[in-house]
């Protein structure tokens, strides 16, 4: 049976905390980001005090509840990590600490996380203003188990998220795997090789054909029986124009036979252009002439 905790506002919990320094323009100072979504926070940069316009700033420090007054409601809120301790932030960011006797700061890292907390953040206010006050993260809501509850519901999150981060790796990994041996497999799929099939080669198959083919004396499938049909004794050039969608399935008919041309010379001796309108049947039939 799962236990039962008591649940505290944030305010029994941990404290309100302000500590401003006035910048000076020759140090380098930190500046932290906070991310969206519950997502913690990082380095946003390290300038010198000349470029920082507002000299008043807050100094953020480890282990610290750090909440952005603007961005809350979405997410804009995590424990401030090692490496930002000392780290400085403008008055519209509230800093927390909390009471190592009730709290551990791990657990309330972890909590700011769950869907429960940030329904309570999206829920204060108005919704025509997305900001919150420091005294509305004080009365937030908040499971309270014992000390040593809590640090064991922390490593076993920790625990969990370790084994999480490794499938991301792995997944990372097999991806990467995937893309580097993709076009390998797609060539050996249309080479046959890949399930042991005769591969196909277009060249090859029509080789035999070239000939006939481009002669304009055969038609019908290039890959069956092919019709032999005899050329007119009196067309004495004639060419057959193939449709590349009849090619590409395998049927080479000529176009519509009356728009072949001849240039046969008729008794007079001058050179003519004449359509013929003789389907292929009758060209079998009387392959003698026209």
Same mark, same amino acid.
């Given at each position: 049976m799962s236990a039962v905790w008591p649940t505290v506002a944030l305010g029994e919990v941990i404290d309100h905390r302000k500590?401003? &320094?006035? &910048?000076d323009d020759v140090e380098i100072y930190r500046r932290p980001r906070v991310q969206l979504h519950a997502q913690g926070?990082? =380095?946003?940069?390290?300038?010198?005090?000349?470029?920082?316009?507002? %000299?008043?700033?807050?100094?953020? *420090?480890?282990?610290?509840?750090?909440?952005?007054?603007?961005?809350? %409601?979405?997410?804009?809120?995590?424990?401030?990590?090692?490496?930002?301790?000392?780290?400085?932030?403008?008055s519209h960011y509230f800093l927390y600490r909390h009471r190592p006797d009730r709290l551990d700061n791990r657990y309330l890292g972890w909590f700011v996380k769950t869907r429960a907390f940030r329904?309570?953040?999206?829920?204060?206010?108005?919704?025509?203003?997305?900001?919150? *006050?420091?005294?509305?993260? =004080?009365?937030?809501?908040?499971p309270?188990?014992?000390l040593p509850e809590q640090r064991r519901i922390v490593a076993r999150i920790e625990q969990l998220a370790a084994k999480v981060e490794e499938a991301r790796k792995f997944r990372?990994?097999?991806?990467?795997?995937?893309?580097?041996?993709?076009?390998?497999?797609?060539?050996?799929?249309?080479?046959?090789? =890949?399930?042991?099939?005769?591969?196909?080669?277009?060249?090859?198959a029509l080789a035999p054909h070239a000939q006939a083919l481009h002669s304009g004396?055969?038609?019908?499938?290039?890959?069956?029986?092919?019709?032999?049909?005899?050329?007119?004794?009196?067309?004495?050039s004639c060419r057959f124009r193939y449709r590349k969608r009849k090619l590409a399935r395998g049927r080479w008919w000529p176009l519509d036979p009356g728009r072949m041309r001849s240039t046969? %010379?008729?008794?007079?001796?001058?050179?003519?252009?004449?359509?013929?309108?003789?389907?292929?049947?009758e060209y079998q039939a009387d392959p003698a002439g026209v």
């Open positions: 500590e401003f &320094i006035i &910048i926070i990082i =380095l946003r940069d390290a300038v010198p005090g000349a470029e920082i316009k507002t %000299k008043k700033q807050q100094v953020a *420090r480890e282990g610290e509840l750090l909440v952005a007054e603007i961005d809350a %409601k979405v997410g804009g809120f995590g424990i401030v990590p090692n490496e930002l301790d000392g780290s400085i932030v403008s329904q309570q953040v999206e829920a204060q206010g108005s919704t025509n203003y997305a900001a919150i *006050r420091a005294n509305d993260v =004080l009365g937030y809501q908040i309270l188990p014992p990372t990994t097999a991806t990467d795997e995937v893309d580097a041996h993709w076009p390998a497999t797609l060539k050996l799929a249309f080479d046959g090789r =890949l399930v042991g099939a005769v591969p196909f080669n277009a060249r090859q004396k055969f038609c019908g499938s290039a890959f069956g029986t092919a019709k032999r049909i005899a050329r007119p004794k009196r067309i004495a046969a %010379k008729p008794d007079n001796g001058k050179t003519t252009t004449n359509r013929s309108s003789r389907s292929p049947d």
